[in-house]
């Protein structure tokens, strides 16, 4: 006879699985791993977020005299007399959510000025070529560097620059730009993020005389959009940031002709003569 093989069909039998304390300590250790990986790669990629962002302010007093410091809107071309030095204040805000590391500033006008920053008058401008605030042909100007030490977000860096314009006799209406540049290597080349972010209050915390000190603080910090200021006006470029103002150079008023102010005299010595004669006249009646 012939051998019958049997056939065998194995089915599933079940498992037990016992876990000790080792076993369960692994668990918590590798997600206590990966939590802590998720918050430090958010808090890294939150931080490399993180960039200083400018907002550009200019002051201006035509005669020089720091009371007369006022506002100066970019639509304004204001009228300076040739012969009369004038004054501009030209400052920065860290409108960002981070300090400026390695800001750099430079102010930048035609070589036709005498440039000196009131805050260091022993520092002498620089000369070079620019074509935004030189005039043509040869496009020279003379410029400053002052740093932006310790420029943290919310907080000013401000500048006195005083000018004078010294090419000479001005003949003419001579129009020129004055460049007002700043670089940072956190810039970006927009000027502005795609999502809004935590900032500080952009206000300044004041406690008047009779007020307790210190001040409460100035609330909660702000989610908002950040980009360069003001809007619409500032040059942007990957590490820099750049805004203008345009004003006009007035020549010297021209004196009137000797031979014109005495024939104007002698038209005057003329009229007062009559008006005396008539009034002698009508003393006598």
Not at 54 to 59: A, C, D, L, M, Q
Not at 214 to 234: K, Y
Request: proline fraction near 9%.
């Amino acid at each position: 006879m012939r051998a019958v093989a049997r056939l065998v069909i194995l089915g599933a039998s079940p498992v037990t699985i016992v876990r000790d304390a080792w076993d369960w300590l692994v668990y918590a250790a590798t997600a206590l791993a990966a939590v802590t990986a998720i918050v430090a790669f958010s808090a890294w990629a939150l931080e490399l977020r993180r960039r200083p962002e400018v907002g550009f302010y200019w002051r201006l007093s035509p005669d020089g005299d720091p009371v007369h410091l006022a506002d100066w809107p970019a639509d304004h071309v204001p009228e300076i007399s040739s012969t009369q030095p004038f004054l501009i204040a030209a400052a920065i805000q860290n409108t960002g959510d981070k300090a400026g590391g390695d800001t750099l500033i430079n102010f930048v006008v035609p070589d036709c000025f005498d440039l000196h920053q009131v805050e260091a008058p022993e520092v002498e401008p620089v000369r070079a070529g620019n074509g935004t605030a030189g005039l043509p042909p040869d496009n020279r100007v003379v410029f400053l560097i002052p740093r932006a030490t310790l420029w943290t977000p919310a907080n000013w860096h401000l500048s006195h620059y005083r000018l004078q314009y010294v090419a000479g006799q001005c003949s003419r209406h001579l129009p020129v730009r004055l460049l007002f540049a700043v670089a940072d290597s956190r810039f970006n080349s927009r000027g502005w993020r795609w999502l809004p972010s935590i900032v500080p209050p952009s206000g300044s915390q004041v406690a008047p005389v009779g007020t307790p000190w210190p001040p409460r603080p100035r609330g909660r910090r702000q989610l908002r959009w950040i980009r360069a200021e003001p809007r619409g006006r500032v040059a942007c470029w990957r590490g820099d940031r750049s805004d203008v103002r345009d004003l006009i150079v007035m020549p010297v008023e021209e004196e009137p002709p000797v031979e014109a102010t005495s024939s104007a005299l002698k038209v005057k010595a003329s009229l007062i003569r009559q008006w005396a004669r008539r009034m002698r006249r009508g003393a006598g009646r």
